[in-house]
Each structure stands twice: as structure tokens, then as C-alpha cells.
Nanobody
Framework: QVQLLESGGGLVQPGGSLRLSCAASGSIVSINAMAWYRQAPGKQRELVARVTSGGETNYADSAKGRFTISRYNAKNLVYLQMSSLKPEDTAVYYC???????????????WGQGTQVTVSS
């Protein structure tokens, strides 16, 4: 059973910071990449940041310069450090992973349950 569990969401004032964490657990052979998506009310889910196990990263234009994604591969962890937060960053943030479970031939995609981030004064 593979599971992704997010934490770290909450309420923060504009200009503040939050650090989101995601832990992948279960019988995992390898993780190709982990990512953070978000979905605001009335909007489609969008990619915020992505990191491969090799350390390559990419960001949405809205996140560049403010957000940093990082990973601790040995513990199957991924983080999203968010700074200079804006009200438009308010959304449910979802962890995503492309990984190979034990006993499987193909890489599968998994999602966490989401964590709420609210930026408001």
C-alpha cells in the first residue's frame, strides 16, 4: 500500500511563509519524481513545482522566485518552502509522486489527500 501524506498547511498573512511536507510510504522500489499541485476554488488543478530524484526542478511561473521544492530521497520526502505568500496562493495543495511500487512493472502516479493553504489578512 503506497500512500502520500501532506502536512504543513494553514492560515498565514500575506507576505508570510509556510513549509509543506509530503511523505511517501509503503513498498516502493524507486521514485522518479515528486511534485506539488494546487487547486483553488473554481479553478483547475495546476502544477506548482516538481523535482526529480536526480534533483532537477521546475516551477510554475507564479511560483518562481518565491517557492522552493526540495527532496530528501532517503526518506521519500518532498518539501515546498513558500515565501512572500499572496492571497492568490490560497488553494488546496496536493502532493504527487511518480513511483514504482514493489511488485509492479510500471511506474504509477499517486496523489495525497491535500492540505489547505489560506493566505489572508
Amino acid at each position: 500500500q503506497v500512500q502520500l501524506l501532506e502536512s504543513g498547511g494553514g492560515l498565514v498573512q500575506p507576505g508570510g511563509s509556510l513549509r509543506l511536507s509530503c511523505a511517501a510510504s509503503g513498498s516502493i522500489v524507486s521514485i522518479n519524481a515528486m511534485a506539488w499541485y494546487r487547486q483553488a476554488p473554481g479553478k483547475q488543478r495546476e502544477l506548482v513545482a516538481r523535482v526529480t530524484s536526480g534533483g532537477e526542478t521546475n516551477y510554475a511561473d507564479s511560483a518562481k522566485g518565491r517557492f522552493t521544492i526540495s527532496r530528501y530521497n532517503a526518506k521519500n520526502l518532498v518539501y515546498l518552502q513558500m515565501s512572500s505568500l499572496k492571497p492568490e496562493d490560497t488553494a488546496v495543495y496536493y502532493c504527487n509522486a511518480q513511483l514504482l511500487p514493489v511488485g509492479f512493472n510500471n511506474v504509477n502516479t499517486y496523489w495525497g489527500q491535500g492540505t489547505q493553504v489560506t493566505v489572508s489578512s
